[in-house]
């Protein structure tokens, strides 16, 4: 037994988390050595017996102290702590703490703090620096607007000049330009929008039929349908809690990629379906170009990645598309079983928020 209990002290003593042992006055019945090191070297003979209250700010004494009461009372507390260590290093500890009954039947409360200064500078790096992105695209997005309007101004004013008088060529390469421009300004928009509820992580969200943004769809793309014969079909879809700016973009940009990637020898044919899977409406996008192939499958989702065979386009619209359904808690894949073209699926949990998809509150 002797050995056991010698065995276990040495385990403790080389243990790099924090260990310690409290009864129900706060006292500290055991402590570490990691624990003690936290105090400076004149007074950790002297940590075991007291409550250390006077080591501490009044606000970091507080919360453990009511973490400690919540174990007891509870049986088990969580915690990541922000303290400085005698030397003025700030440290965060994660910390549980598990209440118990010593042998002689005694209330007692262990505490395990682990170290986690390392990954929480981690996690504030990333988070400043997706802070910093967020704030450059916006910027970015916001900068294209304008030119983009005065490309598409110009070339309205060129179109409506009674005396300038345009070829077919010139006029089939002045709708390209119109197009190019109106389409990346919507880009520009989604991505602007997206970017902003991304920050604020919040969604202006809202009972949406989506047959209504398809036929939007259709509408806004319908030159482009018309130019290159598509045929477009939907079976009834469902309505959906969803932001409807940012969902009718992404499938615009579905049906735009779908026409991009069309077939040199067959008019595009598009068609939307629904089914319910489990806990998700799971919407699809079929078409019957070119398909992508697996080893594009995940690329293509990429910012500025384009499959082998796009004809134009800028290569930021299926990345949008990913994180505008990643917005909403759901995910995008390319079905590469598929072999007529290609099948994009889209999956939206249902009752997000606590939300069905009929817009009756989960109970």
Request: hydrophobic share 40%; net charge negative; charged share 25%.
């Amino acid at each position: 037994m002797r050995n056991r209990l010698g065995l276990f002290y040495l385990v403790m003593e080389h243990d790099p988390n924090l260990v310690f042992v409290k009864d129900p006055d706060g006292l500290i019945i055991y402590a570490n050595r990691a624990f003690l090191e936290l105090y400076p070297p004149s007074t950790r003979n002297s940590i075991v017996g007291t409550t250390t209250v006077n080591a501490f700010t009044p606000e970091e004494a507080a919360v453990w102290m009511a973490e400690d009461h919540r174990a007891m009372t509870a049986g088990v507390s969580e915690i990541v702590e922000e303290i400085f260590d005698y030397t003025g290093r700030r440290r965060f500890l994660l910390t549980r703490k598990i209440a118990f009954s010593s042998a002689e039947g005694e209330p007692r409360l262990l505490g395990i703090s682990t170290d986690i200064s390392e990954l929480a500078e981690r996690e504030r790096s990333l988070v400043d620096a997706n802070d910093r992105l967020a704030k450059f695209a916006a910027f970015a997005a916001h900068d294209l607007r304008s030119p983009l309007a005065s490309i598409a101004s110009a070339v309205n004013v060129v179109r409506q000049d009674r005396e300038t008088v345009l070829g077919p060529r010139a006029e089939h390469v002045m709708e390209l330009v119109s197009e190019c421009a109106r389409g990346l300004a919507q880009q520009v928009t989604t991505l602007l929008v997206s970017t902003h509820a991304e920050h604020r992580n919040e969604l202006n969200r809202r009972l949406t039929d989506l047959n209504l943004l398809v036929e939007e769809v259709r509408f806004n793309l319908s030159c482009m349908i018309e130019r290159h014969g598509a045929s477009f079909h939907a079976m009834r879809l469902p309505s959906l809690v969803v932001e409807p700016d940012l969902f009718r973009q992404l499938l615009q940009n579905l049906v735009e990629n779908a026409i991009r990637h069309r077939s040199d020898d067959r008019p595009p044919v598009i068609v939307f379906r629904h089914e319910v899977g489990g806990n998700q409406d799971v919407i699809s996008v079929e078409d019957n170009g070119v398909g992508i192939s697996p080893a594009e499958a995940d690329r293509v989702f990429g910012a500025f990645e384009q499959g082998a065979n796009a004809l134009g386009g800028t290569g930021i619209g299926l990345a949008l598309c990913r994180r505008v359904i990643g917005l909403h808690g759901g995910s995008m894949s390319i079905d590469t079983s598929y072999t007529e073209g290609c099948w994009v699926v889209l999956n939206v949990p249902r009752g997000a928020d606590g939300v069905g998809r009929d817009g009756i509150r989960a109970a």
